[in-house]
C-alpha cells in the first residue's frame, strides 16, 4: 500500500507539501507521527552521517591513496609515463608520484566539512521530499549541487600548496622529464593541480554516495530512530 501512494506521489512530479504530508499522517508510525521537520531533520541526519563517516575517512593518511573506490591514478595522458617508467624498471619512482596526488586529496578534503555544513542546514522539506523518494544517490546529488563550486575554490589552492609542501611539483617534474627522455616519447606538461581538484571532489562526493546507499538499503545502518521513521517512508 506504502509503494502504491508513493508511485502516485511521483507521478505528480511531488507537486504539493501538502500531499505528502497527508501520506506521512496516515502511515502506521508505531503512535509517532512525522511532520515536515522531522523528515527534512532526518535527511540532514543521514548526509551528515555520511560526511563524519566516510568523508572524514578521506582526510586521514592513504585515505585516497589505499581506498580503491577514490583513488586518485593518472590522467589518460599521462598514463604512457607510468607505463614508460615501469617498462624501464622505474616503478618504485612512478609510485611515489601517484602517492603525492593522493596525498594532496587529503590534505584538500579537511577544507570540505564545513562547506557541506552549511549546505545541510539549508535542507528545506521540499528538498527533503524530492531527496526522500528519489534515487540512491539522490542526497549526494543535491549536496553536489549545492557545494562542487565552493568545494572547488577551496580544494584548488590547498592542493597547490600540498604540492609544494611535499615536493609533489620536483617529483612530477622529475618524472615527466625522465619520461620525456625515453627515445620515440612524445613529451607532455599536464595541469595536475586542476586535474587533482577534480578528482578529490569526485572522491568526497562518492563516499557520500556509499553511506547514502547504505542507509537507502540497509535498515541496520539506520542508527538512529529518526532515520529508521524518515527511510521507512521509502522502503
Known amino acids: 500500500m506504502i509503494r502504491k501512494i508513493l508511485a502516485f506521489i511521483l507521478i505528480l512530479n511531488f507537486t504539493a507539501c501538502a500531499e505528502l504530508q497527508d501520506v506521512v499522517n496516515n502511515l502506521p508510525q508505531g503512535g509517532d507521527v512525522l511532520s515536515n521537520a522531522d523528515i527534512a531533520s532526518g535527511l540532514r541526519q543521514a548526509l551528515d552521517l555520511g560526511i563524519d563517516k566516510q568523508v572524514s575517512k578521506l582526510t586521514q593518511k592513504d585515505g585516497f591513496f589505499k581506498n580503491e573506490l577514490v583513488k586518485i591514478v593518472l590522467p ?17 619512482l612512478a609510485d611515489e608520484g601517484l602517492k603525492v596526488l593522493n596525498r594532496a586529496a ?11 555544513i552549511d549546505a545541510v542546514k539549508d535542507i528545506t522539506f521540499n528538498d527533503a521530499k524530492t531527496i526522500l523518494l528519489g534515487n540512491d544517490d539522490a542526497a549526494t ?3 553536489t549541487s549545492k557545494t562542487q563550486t565552493a568545494l572547488y575554490d577551496k580544494f584548488k589552492p590547498v592542493i597547490n ?10 617529483i612530477w617534474e622529475n618524472l615527466i622529464n625522465k619520461y620525456n627522455a625515453i627515445p620515440f616519447t612524445s613529451n607532455v ?31 541496520s545502518s539506520r542508527t538512529t ?9 521509502q522502503d
Do not use: H
Not at 106 to 116: G, L
Open 76 to 92: 589518460q595522458e599521462l598514463q604512457k609515463v607510468d607505463k614508460g617508467l615501469r617498462d624501464i624498471g622505474l616503478g618504485n
Open 106 to 116: 587529503e590534505d584538500a578534503v579537511s577544507e570540505a566539512t564545513p562547506i557541506f
Open 141 to 143: 546529488q543535491y549536496l
Open 161 to 170: 600548496s600540498s604540492f609544494s609542501k611535499v615536493g609533489a611539483d620536483q
Open 189 to 219: 606538461n599536464p595541469d595536475l593541480t586542476d586535474y587533482v581538484t577534480g578528482e578529490a571532489l569526485k572522491g568526497v562526493y562518492t563516499m557520500i554516495a556509499v553511506e547514502e546507499k547504505e542507509i537507502r538499503s540497509k535498515v
Open 225 to 233: 530512530s529518526l532515520l529508521q521513521k524518515v527511510f521507512a517512508l
